[in-house]
């Protein structure tokens, strides 16, 4: 990690929303995610995890966070978990967020305000900047990048999923860090 920042904490606040270091109890919801196409389309989650399989994933983003190389949330909503959300590359100059949520819970602001939160904290960490990756046709994590104040900063050929994939990097700029 950057030594000029401060390791990300094991809680944040996101508006009315609370972000919690994920936990082995949090199994149940990394499963739930799992069954969801559009997040399985999206993101690097494994296809219908087992109770086995999440705990698994679970265990690896703590071992991660321990590391200081990401951290991983559960974005809860009183006592609701609505998603997870994190910031990875932390040993990278400018560290990357993301977010996923449940399909219940998506169309609501939620996923624009864990994403400002995040970028709050790396702001507050020393980042001059934070990243966003998408994939070329997720509209709807483009939409929550550009309500999050990120702009678009270059399309590439990269991989995703083991597929080639057009991506697309999204900026937080400086300029709303200060």
Same mark, same amino acid.
């Given at each position: 990690?950057?030594?000029?920042c401060s390791?990300?904490?094991s809680d944040?606040?996101?508006?009315a929303?609370?972000?919690?270091?994920?936990?082995?109890?949090?199994?149940?919801?990394?499963?739930?995610?799992?069954?969801?196409?559009d997040?399985?389309?999206?993101?690097?989650?494994?296809?219908?995890?087992?109770?086995? @399989?999440?705990?698994?994933? %679970? &265990?690896r983003?703590? #071992?991660? /966070?321990t590391?200081?190389? =990401?951290q991983?949330?559960?974005?809860?909503?009183g006592?609701?978990?609505?998603?997870?959300?994190?910031?990875?590359?932390?040993m990278?100059?400018?560290?990357?967020?993301?977010?996923?949520?449940?399909?219940? @819970?998506?169309?609501?602001? %939620? &996923?624009?305000?864990v #994403?400002? /939160?995040?970028?709050?904290? =790396?702001?507050?960490?020393?980042?001059?900047?934070?990243?966003?990756?998408t994939?070329?046709?997720?509209?709807?994590?483009?939409?929550?990048?550009?309500r999050?104040g990120f702009?678009?900063?270059?399309?590439?050929?990269?991989?995703h999923?083991g597929?080639?994939?057009?991506?697309?990097?999204?900026?937080?700029?400086?300029?709303?860090?200060?």
């Open positions: 990690m950057n030594p000029a390791p990300p904490p944040l606040v996101a508006g929303l609370v972000l919690r270091a994920i936990a082995d109890e949090d199994w149940r919801l990394e499963s739930e995610l799992s069954m969801d196409a997040v399985t389309r999206w993101t690097f989650y494994p296809e219908s995890m087992d109770e086995v @399989v999440a705990r698994k994933w %679970v &265990a983003s703590e #071992a991660l /966070a590391q200081g190389s =990401a991983r949330y559960v974005i809860w909503s006592q609701d978990r609505l998603g997870t959300c994190g910031v990875t590359r932390l990278d100059e400018v560290p990357e967020i993301f977010f996923v949520l449940l399909p219940s @819970v998506r169309g609501r602001g %939620v &996923a624009t305000e #994403a400002r /939160a995040l970028c709050m904290w =790396a702001a507050g960490a020393g980042r001059a900047s934070v990243a966003l990756v994939v070329e046709g997720n509209v709807a994590s483009e939409a929550v990048a550009q999050a702009v678009l900063a270059a399309t590439f050929e990269g991989d999923r597929v080639p994939a057009r991506l697309s990097r999204w900026i937080w700029p400086d300029s709303q860090l200060t």
